[in-house]
Each structure stands twice: as structure tokens, then as C-alpha cells.
């Protein structure tokens, strides 16, 4: 997909620089105001080359914490950019999963695709994720949960994922801004897979 097609302006109705850089400043207050409680989570960017590591408790079963994460038809509701996911294919313990997400980058919006393979590691308690570039809008992408029950109702969770996205970023502030916006979705879904491993 050509990215000259994929972007768009996110605030159609931003008409003067005054309600652009209000617009730009709510998209970062949700970074800005998380609370010290949240997990750790760190970001770092070599060249074009994007590294993200979580160290989470999540007060719920390793189990029922895997069970989410493995639920991949309804991964939707660990984070709202995530518009669909579709299963394609799963076979000898691989799942193929093509997910559709929709996200803005300041005023430009792009739809997004990625195709992983997910992988259940040695141990049942640990996951992988690849991306095949051919069908993703990131021209490369690796992902690793690794969850340890510390009691029978806390877990932790160790998450490290290294992508590299082949879309146009905005040149000089974008990759900070990006590096920002993964922080941020990094965040969101580890919470929602707190709250939804814990529900009965």
C-alpha cells in the first residue's frame, strides 16, 4: 500500500495553529498523566529499528493471563486501534492472525495491516509472535511474552517486541513522537490484559 494513501488528516476540522497545537497536546496528555503504579515500560529506537521491553504484575492466573493473550479473534479488546483480527490459518501449534489496526500519528491517521505467526514457546507459559513482511505494513517485527506465576493470583509479565515500520514517519519530531505513541500502546494493552484476565 502506497503510504501517500494511507494518511490522513486526523483533525479535518483543525483550521488554525492555536486548535492544531491543542489537538497535538490531548493526543500526549494520556502519556503524561499515567500514574506511577503503571507498569515499567521502556521504549528505545536504534535508527529505524524500534525496541520496546515490559515488566508488568498483572493480578491474575498465568493461565487465565495466556488465555487472553491466546485468544487472538478477539485481540480488539486489548487496545481500541486494533479495529478486526481474523485467524487465517492454524496449524501444528501456529496460529496465522491478520490484524487491521487505525491509528493516528499527530494530524496524520493511517490504516495499518500486520500478519503474525503466533508460536507457543517450550514452556506453556511463554509466547511469539513474527511478522511476515509481505503482508504487514512493518517490513520487519518480533514478539515475546513470557509470564511467570509469582502466587496463584499474581503473575509477571516480561514482554519484548523489536519492529521496524515501513510506513512514512514524519521526519525530525516523528520518531520521537512514535517512540511516545508505542510507550503509550504499550501501556493500554498491558492494562486491558490485566483487567480481562481477571474477570470471572
Request: net charge negative.
Amino acid at each position: 500500500m502506497n503510504s501517500a494513501t494511507r494518511q490522513r488528516n486526523c483533525f479535518p476540522a483543525c483550521s488554525s495553529d492555536v486548535r492544531c497545537l491543542l489537538a497535538i497536546w490531548a493526543w500526549l496528555l494520556p502519556v503524561a498523566v499515567l500514574g506511577a503504579e503503571q507498569p515499567e515500560v521502556d521504549v528505545r529506537r536504534d535508527q529505524d529499528h524500534y525496541l520496546i521491553e515490559i515488566d508488568a504484575r498483572i493480578e491474575a492466573p498465568a493461565a487465565r493471563v495466556m488465555a487472553v493473550l491466546q485468544d487472538f479473534g478477539r485481540l480488539p479488546r486489548l487496545h481500541e486501534s486494533i479495529t478486526r483480527a481474523e485467524v487465517l490459518a492454524v496449524q501444528d501449534g501456529r496460529s496465522r492472525v491478520h490484524v487491521h489496526l487505525y491509528d493516528c500519528l499527530l494530524v496524520f491517521c493511517m490504516a495499518l495491516n500486520q500478519t503474525l505467526v503466533f508460536e507457543t514457546g517450550p514452556e506453556a507459559a511463554q509466547l511469539t509472535a513474527t511478522m511476515d513482511p509481505a503482508h504487514s505494513d512493518f517490513s520487519y517485527g518480533h514478539m515475546h511474552w513470557a509470564l511467570r506465576e509469582e502466587s496463584p493470583r499474581l503473575t509477571r509479565l516480561h514482554y519484548q517486541a523489536e519492529v521496524v515500520p515501513d510506513f512514512w514517519v514524519p521526519p525530525f519530531i516523528g520518531p520521537w513522537l512514535l517512540q511516545r505513541k508505542f510507550r503509550k500502546a504499550a501501556l493500554e494493552m498491558t492494562d486491558s490484559l490485566g483487567r480481562l484476565a481477571a474477570e470471572p
